[in-house]
């Protein structure tokens, strides 16, 4: 907890976790989308459906 301190925050208050995180950046799931691969686990569902919905990242689609 002393980096917790370092960083202002009250460690009586603070507790530090780990958590597991993909190396995944937003390209990554650009590019997956454009090769119709799945990122189903990866990217949080309802922006899943707002890409499916709006057909983002598909070949041919428009970067207005």
Do not use: K, N
Request: hydrophobic letters at 40%.
């Amino acid at each position: 907890l002393d980096e917790a301190a370092a960083l202002g925050f009250d460690p009586s208050r603070t507790r530090l976790v780990e958590v597991a995180s993909p190396r995944l950046s937003a390209s990554d799931v650009r590019q997956r989308v454009a090769d119709g691969e799945s990122v189903d686990g990866l990217v949080p569902q309802p922006a899943i459906e707002i890409i499916r919905r709006l057909g983002m990242y598909s070949p041919g689609a428009s970067r207005a």
